[in-house]
Every structure is written in C-alpha cells, then in structure tokens.
C-alpha cells in the first residue's frame, strides 16, 4: 500500500502563486509516474501535469508555461510549482502514483482545494 499526502493548496488571488507538495509512504518502491490531477466543479477529471522516475513531463495545454511538476526520488516527493493562477486554476487537486508496472495499483491522495479568485 502507498499513503499520498497532499498540502499546499489554498485561497490566492489572479496572477499569484501557489506550491503544492504530495509525499508518498508505504510501498514506495512501486511507484513509477507520478501527476497531479484536478477536478472544478461541474467538470471531468482532468491529467495537470505527469514526471516519470526517470523525469520525464507532460503538462495540459491549458497550464503549459505556468505549472512546473518536479519531483525528488529519493524522497517520493512531488511538487507542483503553479504560476500566474487564474479563476479557472479552481479546483480540486489530486496526487496520483501509478503502481500498476509494479503491482497493478494506482493511488490517489485526498485532494487538496486550491481557490483563485479574480
């Protein structure tokens, strides 16, 4: 089993700044990617931003230029750097690990609320 913590999120305002941080515990060995997804009220579940073990990025169209995911092996961290925010950032955002090459599993942290207004 794998625990995902996620903190960081919050209220800012159009054009600020926010730092998400998801730790993982447990069976951390099985990780490979890890992402941030985040869903606004009303919409579907959407991929933010996704970086591999080997480090490796893909980001939604919609956050390139502003979002930057980096991630410490070492420590089964992952951040998610979130710039020039705007209302339509509002949404829940989830830390994601994909365990399914190791043992067929994702995981999915509790979510964690970020509010941009305007």
């Known amino acids: 089993q794998v625990q995902l913590v996620e903190s960081g999120g919050g209220l800012v305002q159009a054009g600020g700044s926010l730092r998400l941080s998801c730790a993982a515990s447990g069976s951390i060995f099985s990780i490979d990617a890890m992402a941030w997804y985040r869903q606004a009220p009303g919409k579907q579940h959407e991929l933010v931003a996704r970086i591999t073990s080997g480090g490796s990025t893909n980001y939604a169209d919609s956050v390139k230029g502003r979002f930057t995911i980096s991630r410490v092996n070492a420590e089964y961290i992952v951040y998610l750097q979130m710039n020039s925010l705007k209302p339509e950032d509002t949404a829940v955002y989830y830390c994601?690990?994909?365990?399914?090459?190791?043992?067929?599993?994702?995981?999915w942290g509790q979510g964690t609320q970020v509010t941009v207004s305007s």
């Open positions: 994601y690990a994909d365990a399914r090459l190791q043992v067929g599993v994702e995981y």
